[in-house]
């Protein structure tokens, strides 16, 4: 049990949160659970239940046992469960955005974008008759042809993180079941209930039974995932350092992995940044959904002058950001972060880089939030004059904390975004087109913004982290994503000039 139980109330009727495998809906008994907290308010909402080794087993089976079936389904049949899946789900958005904001804590505006960006994967995936058309070649030699076949893999897992309840298992499981693999799925333990949903829809939609498995649980559980002989790929998004031992050991067992990790992005505003657009941008990239996104704008780095014209307008506009609880119908402009242990983790952070030297020029912490004094809540936040040696510039905080960095040019700019570890996104806010081009080249990260704070990718283009945001060699969503869940096989054909199919010749 985590810490956060001596500081929260138990709600009375606590929400089921349900395992789905082979078809069947179960609660699991007898193992360990853990809290799931309406940040808001504090409160414990559910337990997500820790299964273990023999709830993988049966997933696994289930799911292996679903396979040959699904694979010969055709292309355009499994597409339509998927076109049937994205009705439902637009269907029942409200319903989904208020479980994402209830276990999750985001606005309900932000997880009804954060819930397209998720149904934009559907739509992507409707398209697979064509995604996994292959190339052919007539007379590759003489009478003799060439095509390649894509062809699913077998049992695929995803394992996914607190931070969008729907929008990431959205980017593994559609397009993973629409190339003909089958699926099993464990979220995270903060987070299990929008899931189940979710899935239930996907039942709805009339999937066959096997072909996605529901599992909750912790360490155990992704452990058994990772070392089961019939599963062959992992999509995995989370921390750097669970990242980095998902690709590792399920690598060592054999498996295709994709892992994102987390991340610290960059962005550098030039002296002839339009200045009342930057703000704008650099405030949501760094406060939108508290600052809980991998590819939230952590650090601002002004060049020359930059900085006198931006930080007042910038302090102001955090300041005005007005925080509270989000399962009410007048929303707040930010909800709270995931637990009291984070947010006292962001606090410290902050505290670390005052005490290094830094300065807070806008301080969010010990936030008080009138009707909701449980909640889990830190203000905007931004800390000046941040230097790259720092705890606070180093690691990642998540939360809704805006470093600034000075520097006197964009070469130093550059330098100082590309000593991060992290390699996920970076962004660039000028007037100037050859500045923005010196930064697309050289900047050391996989998604670049120019006067776009948060370029996070969507459905149709790979999200490419760099680094230690990612660990594998295929990256989720985009043609990449197809290739991460097929195998390609080349096909060499000749037939001989006299036998008896030569019918035509009669
Ligand atoms: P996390 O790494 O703590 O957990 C992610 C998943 O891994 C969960 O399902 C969890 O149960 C499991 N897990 C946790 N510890 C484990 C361990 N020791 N062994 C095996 N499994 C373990 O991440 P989180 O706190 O839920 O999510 C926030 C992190 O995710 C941030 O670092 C953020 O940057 C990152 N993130 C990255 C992307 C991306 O695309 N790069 C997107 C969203 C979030």
Redesign the pocket.
């Given at each position: 049990m985590s810490s956060n139980m001596s500081q929260v109330t138990r709600h009375s009727s606590l929400s089921p949160c349900p395992v789905f495998i082979n078809g069947e809906w179960r609660n699991l008994s007898g193992v360990a659970t853990s809290p799931v907290f309406n940040p808001s308010r504090g409160e414990t909402i559910a337990e997500a239940p820790m299964g273990g080794v023999e709830m993988v087993n049966e997933a696994v089976e289930s799911a292996a046992a679903a396979f040959p079936a699904w694979r010969e389904t055709p292309a355009v049949e499994r597409a339509r469960v998927l076109f049937r899946y994205r009705q439902l789900v637009e269907k029942n958005l409200d319903r989904i955005c208020q479980s994402v904001t209830r276990e999750h804590g985001k606005t309900l505006a932000e997880a009804r974008g954060s819930v397209y960006r998720g149904i934009e994967n559907i739509e992507y995936a409707c398209g697979v008759p064509t995604l996994l058309m292959g190339d052919t070649l007539e007379n590759l030699a003489r009478s003799v042809d060439c095509e390649t076949l894509l062809q699913p893999l077998g049992v695929c897992v995803g394992?996914?993180?607190?931070?969008?309840p729907a929008m990431?298992p959205m980017w593994m499981f559609p397009l993973a079941i629409a190339c003909g693999n089958t699926f099993v799925l464990?979220?995270?333990?903060?987070v299990p209930l929008t899931v189940v949903m979710i899935v239930e829809l996907l039942e709805k939609a009339g999937l066959p039974r096997g072909v996605l498995n529901l599992v909750h649980?912790?360490?155990e559980c992704?452990?058994a995932l990772l070392t089961h002989p019939k599963v062959k790929a992992i999509s995995?998004?989370?921390?750097?350092?669970?990242?980095k031992?998902?690709f590792e050991t399920g690598t060592r067992h054999g498996k295709r992995v994709q892992a994102?990790?987390?991340?610290k992005n960059y962005i550098v505003i030039m002296p002839d940044a339009e200045m009342s657009k930057t703000v704008e941008a650099l405030s949501t990239a760094a406060f939108g959904c508290a600052g809980?996104?991998?590819m939230a704008g952590s650090t601002a780095i002004t060049v020359g002058a930059a900085a006198d014209r931006l930080l007042p307008s910038l302090v102001q506009a955090a300041r005005s950001i007005r925080v509270g609880p989000t399962d009410i119908e007048m929303q707040p402009d930010m909800g709270p972060v995931i637990t009291a242990q984070h947010r006292d983790r962001v606090a410290s952070l902050v505290a670390s880089g005052e005490k290094e030297g830094a300065k807070i020029i806008c301080d969010g912490r010990g936030a008080r939030v009138e009707g909701a004094p449980n909640g889990f809540y830190m203000g905007a936040t931004i800390v000046d004059q941040v230097r790259d040696e720092m705890t606070l510039a180093r690691e990642?905080v998540?939360g809704p904390v805006l470093n600034v960095m000075r520097m006197e040019d964009l070469d130093g700019a550059i330098e100082a975004a590309n000593k991060s570890a992290f390699g996920?996104g970076a962004a660039i806010f000028t007037q100037s087109g050859k500045a923005a081009r010196e930064f697309k080249h050289r900047v050391k990260a996989g998604m670049i913004g120019i006067n776009v704070g948060v370029p996070a990718t969507m459905a149709m283009f790979p999200?490419t982290?760099w680094d230690d945001?990612?660990y594998g060699d295929l990256h989720?969503q985009g043609k990449e994503a197809v290739q991460f869940y097929t195998q390609q096989k080349v096909v060499t054909t000749r037939w001989f000039g006299d036998g008896v199919g030569d019918v035509w010749k009669k």
């Open positions: 394992i996914t993180p607190f931070n969008f990431v464990k979220p995270s333990e903060k649980g912790g360490r992704v452990d995995f998004v989370g921390s750097s350092p669970v990242a031992y998902i994102n990790g987390g991340a809980e996104r991998c990642e998540f996920n999200f982290g945001s990612f989720i």
